[in-house]
């Protein structure tokens, strides 16, 4: 039987499950709603640099207006998750953005026996924005 590849990002003792769209810390499951989600994803392909505001708005939130609170928001319940009661991982910058101050690895995809990369099945999220496009939305709430 293939075994599936599952790309994932490597972040202080979390595991970002691309594939799967989870987060991980150790045997544990860390549940987030999917905004937050996509935020955790964007700045952790982008660590150790700046995001501005602005192009996480239009990264997570393309081609819909919301308010800062929807941004604050998912911050808020990223560091709540992660434990980040001290803005160590995920720190804000006045009026500019945020900033995942982590050193981030990338897992490479594990390969099939027969020496050819293993893909994911057929409509599992390969990244981030896949993992957006697939996740469950809560209705009414466009800051969720």
């Not at 544990?28 to 660590?47: G, S």
């Not at 640099?49 to 602005?54: C, I, Y």
């Not at 709540?80 to 995920?90: S, T």
């Not at 099939?112 to 099945?121: E, F, R, V, Y």
């Amino acid at each position: 039987m293939d075994h599936i590849a599952h790309r994932v990002l490597r972040f202080d003792r979390f595991v970002l499950d691309l594939t799967r769209g989870c987060l991980r810390a150790g045997d544990e499951d860390i549940d987030l709603r999917p905004k937050a989600f996509e935020v955790l994803c964007y700045l952790a392909a982008n660590a150790g640099r700046l995001v501005p505001k602005q192009e996480l708005y239009d990264a997570v939130w393309p081609n819909v207006t919301v308010s800062d609170g929807s941004l604050v928001q998912c911050i808020r319940e990223l560091r709540h998750k992660l434990g980040d009661d001290h803005h160590r991982l995920i720190k804000t910058m006045s009026r500019r953005g945020y900033l995942l101050d982590a050193a981030v690895s990338a897992q490479e995809p594990q390969s099939l026996s027969d020496g050819s990369a293993a893909t994911p099945p057929e409509g599992a999220p390969e990244t981030c924005d896949q993992a957006r496009r697939t996740a469950p939305r809560l209705k009414d709430n466009p800051g969720a």
